[in-house]
């Protein structure tokens, strides 16, 4: 790895961006300067934390031509997910602070409203920048201004449902609202389905490509005769290219839903797109523009990168593109995962999988590898995953359903409605589940022991470790009388040995350590620091019960009334929202057992988001580190 000595300086013209207003100073050999400078200050910055390179390197000239034409603080620009606007950032005067980014404390590695009055829409999850540009435009109508919205949304967040019922209704309102549909045919693994399918047909195909190029090539002759002739001439070579369109094209599926249709357009040729941007600006209603780009551009490693690697990543060496190697010899929980998968699928036949445009990210890809028919990526597509599973279920396939906790909530009425009433076996598996880091709180996974507990006939787990987690994902395939949620943190594991899986009593937990006065009941993750707060209790004269809750629902009556008796302080600990969570099911047990216990119940604020960085740092915000709670717990047995 090269050394770090310092923040990297922005270059010479990137250095004089304070505000957007200083991009429309320069000329476009500038402004292509400035985009090397922005490529090359991403590379250098990204490659000492980490962070999201390939999405904000395709997105160079697009940004620089927005920024060129209209006014980012007046015009509104909804960037999809967000993780491809670092350029937006450079350009809205935070090339100061950009080596701060997804640290604590410093810039987000997404758009957040608080962070920037340049940021006009927040977000870290797929698919919503249509809907969100579609109520700003009629918020816009409503208070009579006249400023333009964009939507800015890659190809893959168009297989996510919310993205075509924005467009349907948008088309029908007639709206003015531009949708710049950024087609790099990936969206971190590539993308499936028939959209994108679609899409490549219009960028590949010869005829319409051919005929444009003759068309217009021939028109542009017509100036020399006169530039009326020229124009009336060109106003009628596009009533025959629409025609054109719908005979030889699927492009009419944008214009069958009531959108103009422009492009394909080079995402990369800069006064191509400050030409056409300024052309668009007297177009009324609603047009979709269509610009291929390439993730990557400019960085020949991330370039041809086509499994995803260069996407998201850690810290790496610029110059050579190696990726700094882990320290940590352990096993992640997602590789712990993927294995367990697979020798779960080759002792049943009926067993598939099925993950959210996440192959890789969530470990299916093992199995995809040697059971690819039996793998199932639905795209930017949660609802339509979960209820999938559920037809799935109902012919007796046991569909695994590996999908990051943060978006899971978006189906929540899916487990609901179509797999929890129903009682069908389905067995969800959230990876991510707690914080996860700089990514931030569109990520973090803080809600989902609450979400899943509250769902009737749902089993819902959390190992301790690795090895646990794959005897739970044996015990969810044994169980057969509703569905299944088993959730595990991001990173690695603990390092156990590996050992045949065995099969867990539902709602039993497991005591570690027998203690008095003090018992403390953690769940996943949050069991390792409970016995971190023992050993601290210990060195001074208090031996702790120390539990590994193992389930949050349900919780078995007699077994926890075993373990309270002689207990005077019951401390919960969760890497989860305190309401509703798993300390909330033992406070509702407590309750129903009549047992009037001393209760601490720790865990994320009901009220407060956690905010990015690294994760030790956060938990010593909450206060849920082993030091921190044990003088909490000493605090509270010396005043009871």
Partial sequence: MAEISGPPKPGPLLSLIRTPEDVKKLGLEELAALGAEMREFIVSTISRHGGHLSPNLGTVELTLALFKVYCPGFDRFVWDVGHQAYPHKLLSGRNETFHTIRQHGGLSGFLKRSESKFDDFGAGHASTSISAALGMSVGRDLLK?????????????????????ALNNAGVRHEDLTVILNDNKMSIAENVGSIAKHLNRVITDPRWNKFRKDVWGALGHLDKVGKGWADQAREAARKVEEAVKGM???????????FRYYGPLDGHDLPTLVDF???????????????????GKGYEPAEKDTAGKWHGLGAFDPETGKVAPSSDPRPSYTQVFGEALLGLAKDHSELVAITGAMPSGTGVN????????????????????????????????????AIYSTFLQRAYDQIVHDVAIQHLPVIFCLDRGGLVGADGPTHHGVLDLAYMRTIQTMVVMAPKDEME???????????????????????SGRGVPSREPKLLEIGVPEVLRQGSRVALFGIGSMVETCEKVSDLLREVGIEATVVNARFAKPLSPTHYQTILAGHDLVVTLEDGVRSGGYGSAV????????????????????????DHGDNERLYQDMGLDAPSIASRIRQTLENS
Avoid at 151 to 160: F, M, P, Q, V
Avoid at 277 to 295: A, N, R, S
Avoid at 587 to 610: C, N, Q, S, V, Y
């Fill in 145 to 165: 201004r006249t400023n333009r919205v964009f939507a800015i949304i890659g190809d893959g967040s168009l297989t996510g449902g919310m993205a075509l019922e």
């Fill in 248 to 258: 030889v094209l699927p492009g009419s599926l944008f214009e069958d839903l009531g």
């Fill in 277 to 295: 941007f300024e052309k668009l600006k007297d177009v009324p209603g609603p047009k979709l523009v269509h610009v291929i780009t390439q993730k």
């Fill in 366 to 401: 093992v199995l995809a590898k040697a059971f690819p028919d039996r793998v199932f990526d639905v795209g930017i597509a949660e609802q339509h995953a979960v209820t999938f599973a559920a037809g799935l279920a109902c012919e007796g396939i046991r569909p695994v359903v």
């Fill in 469 to 491: 987690m794959v005897d739970m994902l044996h015990t969810a395939y044994a169980y057969k009388d509703g569905p299944t949620s088993i959730r595990y943190p991001r990173g």
């Fill in 587 to 610: 406070a509702e047990t407590m309750a129903d057992l009549g047992l009037p216990k001393r209760h601490l119940l720790l865990g994320h604020p009901a009220d407060r988001f956690i």
